[in-house]
C-alpha cells in the first residue's frame, strides 16, 4: 500500500513541493482524526457509536499544514477482501480523493463535489472503485 500511495504522490509532488505524506499506525492516526475538522464535525453530530472501531477513512488531509495522513492498517481491513486490481485501485483513489482536497477551491461539501467531478471526469474506475469498496464495507457485518 505505501509503495502504490507513494507512486501515484509522486506524480503530484512537483505541483506542491511543500506538501508530504505520514503513513500512521491506527492509534496516532485515530488521535490525528479525532482533530480533523470534518470528523469532529461528525463526533459532535453522534456519527460513531464507537468511534475507534466504526471510523473508517483511511486517508485524511490537512490543506492548510499540507499533510496527508494515510493509516495502513484501516485501509488493509477496507481493502483486503477484494481482488488485486481492485485493491490498487481503491488505495490510488482513496489516497487521490483526498489529496485533491490541495487541487481544489472551497470547503466541505463544495470541495468533494469538485473532487469527485474530476474523478469521475480523470479517473472513474478509481472512484466507482473507491465508492462500492467502501459502500461493501459498511455493508459486511463484524
Known amino acids: 500500500m505505501r509503495a502504490l500511495v ?8 512537483p505541483v506542491l513541493p ?45 490543506a492548510a499544514q499540507e499533510v496527508v495522513r494515510v493509516c495502513p492498517p484501516i485501509m488493509l481491513e477496507i481493502v483486503a477482501p477484494e481482488p488485486p486490481r481492485i485493491q490498487r485501485a481503491y488505495v490510488e483513489g482513496a489516497f ?3 489529496f485533491f482536497r490541495f487541487l481544489v477551491e472551497g470547503e466541505g461539501w463544495e470541495a468533494d463535489a469538485q473532487i469527485r467531478a474530476v474523478m469521475a471526469r480523470h479517473f472513474p474506475f478509481h472512484l466507482a472503485t473507491v465508492e462500492a469498496v467502501e459502500a461493501t464495507a459498511l455493508a459486511r457485518p463484524d
Do not use: H, I, N, T
Open 6 to 13: 507513494l507512486a501515484k504522490w509522486a506524480d503530484y509532488r
Open 18 to 62: 511543500a506538501a508530504q505524506v505520514q503513513f500512521l499506525d491506527r492509534e496516532p492516526y485515530l488521535g490525528a482524526a479525532r482533530e480533523d475538522p470534518r470528523v469532529a464535525d461528525d463526533l459532535s453530530c453522534g456519527w460513531f457509536d464507537d468511534f475507534e472501531s466504526d471510523f473508517r477513512d483511511p486517508v485524511l488531509a490537512d
Open 96 to 98: 487521490m480523493r483526498r
